[in-house]
């Protein structure tokens, strides 16, 4: 089985600060990094993904940010908004589609 | 284009009953999942189907069982609930594009095993 680590498990942030969110994989073979956002009471849903041949890519606030080497990828929330609180999970994309623990982001008002 | 949907969304059981969660994708897609989401546990994988008419145990299937009945259609029967089995059940289905292997989540039905 397919092991994601990622951390934190939670994270606090304020309203405008920077939210960092890591995950760790084993398999080198993955084509694509992608991470995940659920809101309460709902399924998760795509946010962004990244490809192995570049090492960011930006939409609007978000940002992934991949190193190959260290086989580490992270999540960059600028001036996290209050909707933002949700709880994200990178995910290994294999035929199987192993999702790391989550980490649960709180922003305050 | 409702997307992946799944039936029922609330259930409370007793101990030993079983039901069958239904599951319907109207996306084309060929891979389908079946997950549970316990508080702390993230999303673990029951069962998935790469194609109709194939199956594979994923991470924690014991008290499981799952039918590909078609393309569009993956159910989750629990024979025998168990309080254990108590969670959060999502079906999802998913399709590999330009941006690689995307999975898409039905909405998850709420089980309780009394």
């Known amino acids: 089985q397919q092991q994601v680590k990622q951390s934190p498990q939670s994270l606090i942030v304020q309203k405008g600060g920077i939210s960092i969110i890591n995950c760790a994989y084993e398999?080198?073979?993955?084509?694509?990094f992608p991470w995940y956002q659920q809101f309460p009471g709902k399924g998760p849903a795509l946010l962004i993904a990244?490809?192995?041949?570049?090492s960011e890519k930006k939409e609007g606030r978000f940002t992934i940010s991949f190193n190959k080497s260290a086989k580490q990828f992270s999540l960059h929330i600028m001036d996290s908004q209050p909707g933002d609180s949700a709880t994200y999970f990178c995910?290994?994309?294999?035929?199987?589609?192993?999702f790391g623990p989550g980490t649960r982001l709180s922003v305050l008002p | 284009n409702a997307g992946v949907t799944q039936t029922p969304k609330f259930q409370v059981l007793k101990t030993g009953q079983s039901m069958t969660l239904q599951c319907a994708q109207d996306?084309?897609?060929?891979?389908m999942y079946w997950y549970r989401q316990d508080p702390g546990m993230g999303l673990r994988l029951i069962y998935y189907?790469?194609?109709?008419?194939?199956?594979d145990k994923g991470e924690v299937p014991n008290g499981y069982n799952v039918s590909r009945l078609n393309k569009r259609e993956f159910s989750l029967r629990l024979e025998s609930a168990a309080p254990s089995q108590t969670s959060v059940y999502f079906c999802?289905?998913?399709?590999?594009?330009?941006?690689?292997?995307?999975?898409?989540f039905g909405e998850g039905s709420w089980l309780t095993v009394v």
């Open positions: 398999n080198t073979a993955f084509d694509y």
């Open positions: 189907s790469a194609s109709e008419g194939t199956t």
């Open positions: 990244i490809r192995p041949d570049v």
């Open positions: 996306m084309n897609h060929n891979s």
């Open positions: 999802a289905s998913s399709v590999t594009g330009d941006s690689g292997n995307t999975i898409y």
């Open positions: 995910a290994a994309p294999a035929e199987n589609f192993v």
